[in-house]
C-alpha cells in the first residue's frame, strides 16, 4: 500500500495528535531521502520500537556550505516512497523549504565542543544547520523515539546533546553503519560516484581497518596516519580531510587506542566527499 505523504505542518499535526489520543507511541526517522539500505535499517528500527513510524525527506540547505554540494545532492521522492511501501511507514513527511524557513525565520541552534572538530571543522556551519533542522523535526513531529545511522557518529552526537540540553522528550537512538559487500559504508552520496570512482571507494574502509588493526596491536595514531593518507591518495583520492582517532563519547582526540576509541576519516574523491567511522 502507497504511503501518505504529509507536505504541511497541520496536516503533520492532525495525524499525529490522533496517534497520541490514542496512546500510540511515535518513532522519526530524519533524512534527506536518496533512500538506501542504511535508512532502511532505520526504518526497520523504528518499526520494531514504536507504533507509528515518520520518515521525514527535507534536502535541508542550511547544513550545506557549499551551493554546489546542495544542487547535485540526490533527490528521489518517488523512488523512496516506493522503498518504503514494504515497511508501512504511516507517514512520509516532505516539507519544502517555506514551512521549515518561512520569511524571517532567524533562529539557529548551535551545539558547542562537540561541533568543533571532524566535519565540523571541515565544514563551517554544517552542524548548526543539522542542529536547527533536527530540532524543528523533533518539535513539529513530536515524536517519542528518533533514530539516526552511527555511519554521521558525529552528527549522532550533536542531536543527542541537543535533545537532552533543551529538554525535548525524545530518545535519540543510534543504528550501527550498513556497508556494501566491499565494506563501503552506504550513502547516499554514493550516488554521485562514477564507475570508476565506485571501483576505488572502498579503499577508505580497507585503509581504516588496517590502521584500526595496528592500533589495536599499540601502534600510535601519529606513526600510522601518514601511510594511511599516502594509501588514499596513491588509491585515487584527491585529498583527506581528516583521519584521526578519538574517545567516542566526547570526541577527545586520542593518539594510543583505549576502550571506546573510534576513527573517524573523511576524504575527497572525484568531486564527492566520504565519511566513515570504526570502533578501534
Ligand atoms: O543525516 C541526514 O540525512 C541529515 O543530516 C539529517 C539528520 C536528516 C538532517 O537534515
Known amino acids: 500500500m502507497s504511503v501518505p505523504i504529509i507536505r504541511s505542518l497541520d496536516a503533520l499535526r492532525e495525524m499525529t495528535a490522533g496517534w497520541r489520543s490514542n496512546g500510540e507511541t511515535v518513532g522519526v526517522v530524519p533524512t534527506m531521502g536518496a533512500l538506501h539500505q542504511g535508512h532502511l535499517s532505520l526504518v526497520r528500527a523504528a ?18 556550505n557549499n551551493p554546489e554540494d546542495l544542487e547535485n545532492y540526490p533527490r528521489t521522492e518517488e523512488d523512496d516512497a516506493r522503498k518504503l511501501e514494504p515497511f508501512e511507514v504511516d507517514a512520509i513527511y516532505v516539507p519544502d523549504g517555506d514551512t521549515m524557513y518561512p520569511k524571517g525565520f ?35 513531529t ?7 545511522g552511527e555511519k554521521d557518529f558525529q552528527q549522532l552526537q550533536v542531536v543527542t546533546r541537543l535533545a537532552a540540553d533543551l529538554d525535548i522528550p525524545i530518545t535519540v537512538v543510534g543504528c550501527p553503519t550498513i556497508r556494501e559487500e566491499d565494506g563501503l559504508a552506504m550513502s547516499s552520496r554514493n550516488l554521485l560516484l562514477s564507475d570508476r570512482s565506485r571501483i576505488k571507494a ?6 581504516m581497518n588496517d590502521v584500526a588493526e595496528a ?24 585529498s583527506v580531510d581528516y583521519l584521526e582517532m578519538r574517545d567516542g563519547a566526547d ?30
Not at 47 to 64: G, H, L, S
Not at 142 to 148: K, L, P, S
Not at 222 to 233: H, K, Q, Y
Open 47 to 64: 518499526r520494531e520500537a514504536c507504533d507509528r513510524v515518520i520518515v521525514t525527506i527535507f534536502v535541508n540547505p542550511k547544513q550545506f
Open 106 to 140: 532567524a533562529t539557529n541552534v548551535s551545539v558547542e565542543g562537540l561541533t568543533d572538530m571532524l566535519c565540523g571543522a571541515a565544514r563551517p556551519g554544517h552542524f548548526d544547520g543539522v542542529a536547527t533542522v533536527v530540532t524543528k523535526l523533533f518539535l513539529q
Open 142 to 148: 513530536q515524536a517519542d523515539q528518533a533514530f539516526f
Open 202 to 207: 572502498p579503499l577508505l574502509a580497507q585503509v
Open 215 to 238: 592500533l589495536q596491536n599499540g601502534a600510535k595514531m601519529s606513526d600510522v596516519a601518514p601511510n594511511a593518507e599516502a594509501r588514499l591518495i596513491a588509491g585515487g583520492f584527491n
Open 251 to 280: 570526541l577527545s582526540i586520542l593518539d594510543d587506542a583505549k576502550p571506546k576509541a573510534r576513527l573517524f576519516a573523511a576524504a575527497w574523491l572525484a568531486g564527492v566527499r566520504l565519511i566513515d567511522n570504526i570502533a578501534v
